[in-house]
């Protein structure tokens, strides 16, 4: 079955050739040239990816991805021409899974869907508990207490790859390494501090004073689940 992917983006130009390259790869493309046109689209289909433009005719790219990680964890591209730190962050802070700053190659975009949906694929399979804490990765659900939480697909990768390895000191360059692009390729320095700000906002009770997911400072982290 194919997958399908959205694709929204108000320069047609840009839209067009994006959906071409994917058509010829097998996805089946849907395309949206604003945030009203996307909603649609989503509620109509189901999306396996989407690959959202920060700046759109009517409203803002980071709050439609804020929108989207209340009700689903769908893997989210987004598009941006502003290419400052923060503008970075706070597109993975909203919950995209990665970021490209135009102008930025077709191969490139290409290479990333294709390495986003290998890792939201592989991930699949398995129940993992671990004290109060329950990942289904068939279901792409998380649990705390037998309440679900709502994560995103790099979210869910994450806490996968912490909760296997509960009680043991995980280096940054070992979590990279293992969830992202063998040696870290397209890997920002911010990328998984960001995530593990994000898990941590949405499961700590303190996300200050962190009991879960704890820092090893110099090292890396450590998943306590029986905190």
Partial sequence: MKKTILILE?????NRGIG??????GYQILSAKSINEG?????????????????????????????????SNVPIIMLTVCDLETDEVSGLMAGADDY???PFSLSVLRARVEALMRRTEAGKGNVIISGKYKLDMDTCKFYRDDKEILVSATELRLLSY???NAG?????????????DKDGNFVDDNTLPVNISRL????EDD?????????????????????
């Fill in 200 to 203: 941590r906002a949405k499961i």
């Fill in 39 to 71: 909603k649609r689209l989503i509620k109509q289909h189901k999306v396996d990816l989407i690959i959202l433009d920060l700046m759109l005719p009517d409203g803002s790219g980071l709050d439609f991805c804020k929108d989207i990680r209340t009700y």
């Fill in 20 to 25: 071409f390259i994917f058509e010829k790869d």
């Fill in 168 to 180: 043991q000191v995980l280096s940054k360059d070992q979590i990279i390494s293992a969830l992202w």
């Fill in 162 to 164: 912490l909760m296997k």
């Fill in 10 to 14: 108000d320069d047609e130009h840009l």
């Fill in 100 to 102: 490209i700053t135009k």
């Fill in 207 to 227: 996300p200050k004073n962190p009991r879960t997911i704890k820092t090893v400072h110099g090292i890396g982290y450590i998943w306590n689940g029986e905190a």
